[in-house]
């Protein structure tokens, strides 16, 4: 659904009737096991325009007659998106990312309520919309033209533990098996930026063409203790590094990836990885 610069914005009717018609377009089972309160700010032109809140409890969805009622989250989105959110076409992972969505509040009941849309086109056998399936293509395009001040916030709330652990599980199929074939190295990423001032610690492990990676979230969350090189950054930064979106050399020389150890095996590490990027 788009709608062009200073066309009209979705009126509080339409926008109500689209959030009761909520249950149409979700998975009865997820839905069901949502339980709270949201408030959808819904903007025109970057101004909020219209607001609906409502509550979900037991699979039913009641509107609230008060918009402005305290609710556990805040989704603002523009006005002409939320058909979109609300019938499984948009991601709410990629939107929160690329700035299209902000969340205010409770981030898992964000996320959760992003996944119980299904997916248009499956009704025989449906699929749910899963905002935490972060494909690394998707996020490299998403991220483009995004300010990195936004990307900051996002890294440093809620979402930002679905993202790491995201990027690093899939971390080892962006290895190049023929570039590696050689390789025996262990880097550790210690991850800043959070908003309690807490840091991640991952490690990334290649041997004979394969990669392993250790962290919180991981299958595998046993840290070892011998690490090669150790590359310190903020995780909006990593994110743009494992996006395509920073390189690592320009990372290096603006102190964007600081490097303890050495640095050679860090520099090896990053270039027998074939980082996704946004497509032409």
Known sequence: MTQTPGSAPLDRAAAVALVERLPEHALPDRLAALRGSVRFDLTHDGDVVTRVAATLAGGVVEVLPEPDAPVDVVLRLPASHLADLLGGIANAGLDLLSGRLAVEGDAEMALALGGVFVVPGTEADPV??????????????????????????VMAGGFRAVVLEEVFTRLPSFLDARKAARCDL??????TGRDDGETERYVVHVAGGTCRTVGPGLADTEVPERRDATITCEAHDFLRLATGHLKPVTGVLKGQLR??????????????????????
């Open 128 to 153: 749910a919309v899963d905002p935490r399936a972060l494909d690394p293509v998707a996020v490299a395009c998403a991220l483009v033209g995004v300010p990195t001040s936004h990307l900051r916030a």
């Open 186 to 191: 262990t880097v550790g990423f210690r991850l």
């Open 259 to 280: 490097v303890k150890g050495d640095k050679a095996k860090a520099l090896q590490l990053l270039a027998v990885l074939d980082i996704p990027c946004a497509v032409e």
